[in-house]
């Protein structure tokens, strides 16, 4: 057995060198995604002195592909904007935040900041100084459709009882993850599955500019599926993320009366359904009883509360990173308000915005905000102004992203594994990067000197504008 090992990790070696030299750093970015959140340490692990798994290795192989190619010049550092500095500040409030606090036994701190931001980061950063054309748009599309309709026939199986098809088989253990009995995919809980089936929902309503005419109705066909899967969520931040991303993505892509009949009709059907069903969604049967699923929207409440009590007393600098759960223990006695307090004893947040202004203060609480400010200001441009057309499919795609990540972060804490920011930093990065690649304000920068083995595409297309 030894030996098998030792012939396989030669051939992974001399493969994976070939790869870091000449293979795709974008593929490889579409690559982590899947592998994080589909392959991950449920689906298979091993020890070689320390814990490995297939996503581990695919970040490693990445970042050093990513190394590799920009010492030969295949890659070339953009130059900084200002949602850089803005990410740069967040992450260093973050790391000297975690400097004070304690970091061996049993603490979570190095971790979460690993899972939940450098990880996540690294994707962004290479992800945003790649070089996009219209094929490359075309395959990350096609890439998220494709995985999407896995997604979404896994959730219906599950919503429809049908776990012997699954695959991976760990997503039929009920031992495994959260939300057994609701669709939660590879990623065994229902909210980051949701990120990802909403986000290639919209991939799959973007494609069709971006193939021919003929194959636009199979697109179409594939939507009722993915609003199936999302129903068998049981999941309301995913309802509401998927919703209301899908309207800003019609509200961009159609035009004159379609608009306003689609958008209407959807808008007045939403409005109906949640009036007509509002009892039956705050008590909606999900894993457990219909009272569960009503102490968990009671115990919002009680987090909101604790959360405003823990920000008063220390405003400024937050009471550390990571650890509100036990720093929440000393304002659970409040007898002052009508709220359990108690129910929320041996949960982590679920507010991924209140998280961060109770752990981080106003210091770390106003770079996040702005972050997702500068995120949605320029994606926002990148749907409306890009030229070439096609660039525009990625802002209108991360415009949609935003909306999901929001819902579910006033709804949930979405920052302890990699999953949810992992897709979040890299559209981030890929909009951002194709912005600058076609924004006229660095266009000196673009039409710099050639780098060999570098298309110069972008260079071209930014001298025709500027002249």
């Excluded at 509360?305 to 223990?329: C, I, N, R």
Aim: net charge positive; charged share 15%; proline share 4%.
């Amino acid at each position: 057995m030894t030996a098998i090992y030792a012939i396989l990790a030669i051939a992974g070696v001399l493969w994976g060198t070939i790869w870091m030299i000449r293979g795709s750093l974008l593929h490889g970015c579409l690559a982590l995604l899947v592998a994080t959140s589909t392959f991950g340490v449920l689906f298979f692990e091993f020890r070689a002195g320390i814990n490995l798994s297939i996503d581990r290795l695919a970040l490693v192989a990445l970042v050093g592909a990513f190394v590799v190619q920009l010492k030969l010049g295949k890659v070339q550092l953009r130059s900084w904007m200002t949602i850089d500095y803005v990410m740069a500040a967040l992450m260093t409030v973050i790391f000297v935040n975690c400097c004070f606090l304690p970091w061996g036994g049993e603490s979570v701190v190095i971790q979460h900041f690993l899972n939940g931001y450098l990880i996540p980061l690294t994707l962004y950063v290479i992800a945003r100084n790649l070089d996009y054309t219209e094929r490359s748009v075309r395959h990350i599309l096609i890439f998220f459709a494709a995985f999407g309709i896995y997604l979404a026939a896994t959730g219906v199986l599950e919503g429809l009882g049908q776990y012997s098809f699954l695959f991976p088989r760990y997503i039929a253990d009920p031992k495994i993850g959260l939300h057994f009995g609701r669709a939660r995919g590879p990623m065994v809980q229902s909210v980051s599955y949701g990120v990802y089936l909403s986000t290639c929902m919209l991939a799959v309503w973007l494609l069709r500019d971006h193939i021919s005419a003929k194959w636009r109705p199979a697109l179409y066909l594939l939507l009722p599926m993915f609003l199936a899967a999302v129903f068998f969520t049981k999941t309301r931040t995913v309802w509401l993320g998927a919703g209301g991303s899908l309207l800003i993505v019609l509200w961009l892509t159609l035009h004159g009366r379609a608009r306003t009949i689609v958008i209407a009709g959807l808008f007045a059907a939403a409005l109906l359904g949640g009036v007509s069903k509002l009892d039956g969604i705050i008590g909606l049967k999900r894993e457990g009883t219909v009272q569960d699923t009503r102490n968990s929207v009671s115990m919002r409440a009680s987090f909101a509360y604790v959360s405003w009590k823990m920000f008063l007393d220390s405003p400024l600098v937050g009471h550390g990173f990571t650890q509100f759960k036990e720093a929440k223990l000393d304002y659970l006695g409040d007898r002052n308000v009508d709220l359990v307090l108690e129910s929320i004893r041996d949960y982590d947040h679920h507010n991924t915005f209140l998280s961060v202004l109770v752990d981080l203060g106003i210091v770390g609480f106003i770079p996040f905000l702005a972050m997702y400010y500068y995120w949605t200001r320029d994606s926002w441009r990148l749907a409306h102004r890009a030229e070439p057309p096609w660039a525009k499919s990625l802002g209108i795609l991360f415009l949609g992203v935003i909306v999901i990540s929001w819902m579910q972060m006033f709804g949930h804490e979405i920052t302890y594994t990699p999953i949810d920011h992992l897709l979040i930093f890299f559209v981030a990065g890929m909009a951002m990067g194709i912005k600058q690649q076609f924004d006229p304000v660095v266009a000196p920068a673009l039409r710099a000197a050639p780098v060999p083995g570098r298309p110069q595409q972008a260079s071209i297309v930014m001298e025709r504008r500027t002249t």
